[in-house]
């Protein structure tokens, strides 16, 4: 249940990203659309032309489901590192929010909640241009919104605790080229896990994304696989509240030791 203090961290995130948010707009809105465009209409003819449809599915309708969530998550990762760490080491800012009567776990979920808020944001806006673009096959796409939000809260979840322990922003360039960017290009994203050898299979299928993916993509062909999807919540769900555990407790030892 979300608190008043939390939901106060919430309203100060929101205050900053309206003042912000023109500056943020090509990252957040006009990248993804741009990917889109490029991927589903330039290279998804090539791909309908010459090898037919991906998974019985046209190729931009296989792809901007996967981009939806994959962007949208990219994007909710990067917020959970670099400015997780100005809070408290550079800017300092979280210091002061600790200080009030916001306890360092409401402050660690409102950076949780924020980044769904601002997920469902993005993901609208991207749903319908993909819409406009003939890419959303059925009315259901709608549910791919909340199911970029649930894929971004997990992502965010699990490194946002992890931030918060850091000394200095070097791992987040490893974590961005190694974990971030893999699981970008190879969870479901532009073709099928099938497709991946074995080991790589198996990482996909322990990542958010691919969960997300597969829910998303789902939601926009409404073709629903409900025992499935639901096994895909669950999972993301238990990413959640395996990161709020730890981005709970990592936040309380930094900021109230």
Not at 12 to 22: G, M, P, S, T
Not at 110 to 127: D, K, N, P
Not at 153 to 168: R, Y
Request: hydrophobic share 55%; charged share 10%; aromatic share 10%.
């Amino acid at each position: 249940m979300a608190t008043p203090a939390l939901l106060r961290v919430v309203e100060r995130e929101a205050r900053v990203y309206r003042r912000l948010w023109r500056g943020l707009a090509f990252s957040t809105f006009l990248t993804p659309v741009l990917f889109l465009a490029a991927m589903g209409l330039g290279l998804g003819h090539l791909v309908n032309q010459h090898s037919g449809q991906v998974d019985g599915l046209d190729y931009l309708d296989f792809v901007a489901p996967g981009l939806l969530v994959a962007s949208a998550t990219q994007l909710a990762s990067g917020e959970a590192m670099w400015p997780v760490l100005a809070g408290v080491k550079w800017i300092r800012f979280y210091t002061g929010v600790v200080v009030t009567p916001i306890g360092a776990g409401q402050l660690y979920g409102g950076v949780v909640v924020w980044q769904a808020i601002r997920t469902l944001i993005a993901s609208t806006v991207f749903l319908v241009v993909a819409a406009l673009l003939g890419a959303i096959p059925s009315a259901c796409g709608v549910l791919a919104i909340p199911a970029s939000a649930l894929t971004a809260s997990a992502a965010v979840a699990l490194l946002a605790g992890f931030s918060i322990a850091q000394d200095s922003d070097l791992p987040f360039p490893v974590i961005t080229r190694l974990v971030i960017l893999p699981l970008f290009l190879f969870s479901g994203t532009f073709f099928p896990i099938s497709q991946l050898p074995r080991g790589l299979r198996v990482f996909a299928v322990i990542s958010p994304l691919w969960h997300g993916v597969s829910l998303a993509r789902d939601a926009t062909t409404g073709s629903f696989h409900v025992l499935a999807d639901i096994g895909h919540v669950v999972a993301l769900v238990a990413f959640i509240m395996i990161g709020s555990y730890f981005g709970v407790r990592n936040f309380g030892r930094r900021l109230c030791a």
